[in-house]
């Protein structure tokens, strides 16, 4: 990350410093040790990461700032010393809120970090539940929760393994991760899945029409292109969509366009009418229009800051 504050201040360790990656569209980790940790800042590519998913639980440490995160179309503001945890497979997305950069750490890791490859009654009774969504974990640990304190110590131990890479620190990050997930259970804060308001239909029906707008946002997409994909009639669809995301189809393929696009002026040295064009948008009048609707600058000027 490209600041002049240290991100380890809050979590008393000492880091290197690491930029945003879109970590839907890559493994994390190795086949062999399958997780990953990320420092992120926001705006670092852009202000706004729309709706995705992976297979790997997350964990977000908030250093500071205060970013407005969406799971599964539930929204949560995460503030500094504020913990978020996102089930595998959930719908989320994030916006920064307000001025100030929103600094953290995000923890990634797939079940295979601290399942066994044979079924034991760990595996059965904890670890396979969670990642099939049959138990949650709470998703926000504010600060001021009496909580919050003991798990920041094991994440600190997480980081710490993680960062320093010591002589057996595969096995430390193993056993931090799983006293993470015990401190839940021992503590009795979890929820069976039966006990979760369920929206589980709408979800898969959005997963489905939200990744065919990511292999497709450079095409034309009409309403009825996604109710045929989805196999709804386009009211529904509209309806659908809108409940569960804020959003209308098109207003979210163009939200999804800019952020692409809003990567790709940091990232490349491309002209702006080429990233206009392979985002998705023909018009570059309305390109520059939409995007500094959404950014509060021109497309040029966004390189430039």
Known sequence: MQDNRDVSDCMGISVRKQNIQQYENKQHGTELLPYDIYGTKIPEYYTVY????????????????SCLYSVDFKQYE?????ILIIPPASLHSFERQGEESFIGFVILFHAAMINNNTLDICSAKYITPIFNN?????????????HNQ??????????????????????????????????????????????????????????????????????????ETLADHAGLSQYHLAHTFKKCTGQSPIEFINHYRLSMAAARLIETDEQIIEIAIDTGFNNISYFNRIFKKRFGVTPKEYRNK
């Open 50 to 65: 729309p709706v995705h998913w992976h297979e790997e639980m997350e964990i977000v440490v908030a250093v500071s700032g």
């Open 78 to 82: 995460v503030k500094e010393g504020d």
């Open 134 to 146: 049959e138990m949650y974990l709470p998703c926000f640990i504010p600060s001021d929760s009496e």
């Open 150 to 223: 003991p798990l920041h110590a094991i994440i600190r131990e997480i980081l710490k393994s993680h960062f320093e890479k010591n002589e057996g620190y595969e096995l430390l990050m193993k056993i931090s991760l799983m006293k993470f997930i015990y401190y839940f259970i021992g503590n009795h804060l979890w929820l069976k899945g039966e006990q979760r308001i369920s929206t589980d239909r709408s979800i898969l029906q959005m997963k489905k029409i939200i990744h065919y707008i990511e292999e497709h946002y450079n095409e034309k997409i009409t309403l």
